[in-house]
């Protein structure tokens, strides 16, 4: 079983950048993918990134591609979502997610999920 722990959220405006952290428990981090969702008020859970367990493989959805880079320390204990160039679009409680076997977009297929961070930028 692994706890998650994000912060890094805040207010910024358009086009700032912030960096979330996600820091897991245990000592098995290395043997989970890792992910980062949102969910925006009144919508559904949406994924925005994943890696791999070693790190060697990375994924996005369209919406933040070039803009969005997911990274992880396994030293650390720590996944990262740096988000350069924010849009109000971006607005969201952005939650991080593990599991030992998926990279898949559907939350459903996510084991571990840590409280979320809330994260607004305004235009």
């Known amino acids: 079983q692994v706890q998650l722990v994000e912060s890094g959220g805040g207010l910024v405006q358009a086009g700032d950048s912030l960096r979330l952290s996600c820091a897991a428990s245990?000592?098995?981090?290395?043997?989970?993918?890792m992910a980062w969702f949102r969910q925006a008020p009144g919508k559904k859970r949406e994924f925005v990134a994943a890696i791999n367990r070693s790190g060697s493989g990375t994924y996005y959805t369209d919406s933040v591609k070039g803009r969005f880079t997911i990274s992880r320390d396994n030293a650390k204990n720590t996944v990262y979502l740096q988000m350069n160039n924010l849009k109000p679009e971006d607005t969201a409680v952005y939650y991080c997610a593990a599991d030992p076997a998926t990279v898949a977009t559907m939350p459903a297929s996510w084991d571990y999920w840590g409280q979320g961070t809330q994260v607004t930028v305004s235009s």
């Open positions: 245990g000592r098995t981090f290395s043997s989970y993918n």
